[in-house]
Each structure stands twice: as C-alpha cells, then as structure tokens.
C-alpha cells in the first residue's frame, strides 16, 4: 500500500473509471425512469466522496454528442448491456451524466466536449486541468 501512495504522490496516475462510474450510473439507476429532477437533490450525501477513498486530484469527463457516440461505438463494435442500455435510453444517459456532475470533488472537475479531432479534445482536457492548477 506505501508503495502505491509513494507512486501516486510522485507521478501521474491515469485510470479510466473509477468511484464516478459506478456511483453515478447506481444513482441513475436507483433513481427510476424520467428525467434528472427524479436524481437525490445537489448536495445529497450520495455524492459525497468516500472518505476512505484515495481522491483524484481532477476528474477529466468527456461528453459527446448522442449521434457521435453511437458512431463511435458502431465503428469500435463493442456494445456493452451498459451501452445498449445507453443508447436505447436517452433519459437514462441524462441522468448518469447529471449524476457524475453532482458527485462533489470541490473544483477537481473538468468536462470536455469531444466532439472535434482527438488532438482538439486532448487540448481541451490540458488546458482545462491547467486552470484547475494540476498541470
């Protein structure tokens, strides 16, 4: 455990998914059929970060159109239940994202759009981790 703590502290560390994912979509689901009024009001404690739980320095959340997420998952051609879920359900995919944006990381927190080229979405996500300081 010291030694992942020492590699944490002296590196960067880049995970894909992690308490967000899970939490969020568990609150989405949890939270019925609708629209995100139906989620636990802002400042639930269902968003509040474990206090057990290594915290991120910042969350990078990529958002896309719902068009452009669906090419993208025909031309990778590896749906999930989880992203056929997603895609038959545009209210639900509402919610999961409302949700990550309500799980408290006091300024962490940098949402990219990537709808452009991978190189405009990768400078989008710098500078947006340059003005939260952690670049």
Not at 5 to 31: E, F, G, M, N, W
Not at 72 to 83: H, K, L, P, S, V
């Amino acid at each position: 455990f010291r030694a992942t703590i020492q590699i944490l502290q002296s590196r960067p560390v880049v995970l894909d998914r992690y308490y967000h994912s899970t939490t969020a979509y568990a609150i989405a689901k949890d939270s019925g059929f609708g629209i995100e009024k139906h989620l636990p009001s802002k400042g639930d404690p269902l968003y509040s970060w474990p206090n057990d739980l290594l915290r991120p320095s910042a969350v990078v959340f990529l958002t896309t159109e719902e068009k452009e997420r669906d090419e993208r998952m025909n031309i990778r051609d590896e749906r999930t239940a989880e992203e056929n879920e997603l895609r038959d359900s545009q209210m639900f995919r509402k919610r999961i994202m409302e949700a990550y944006r309500r799980i408290n990381l006091e300024g962490g927190w940098v949402e990219v759009d990537t709808g452009g080229t991978q190189e405009e979405s990768l400078q989008k996500a710098v500078n947006g981790l340059k003005q939260i300081d952690v670049l």
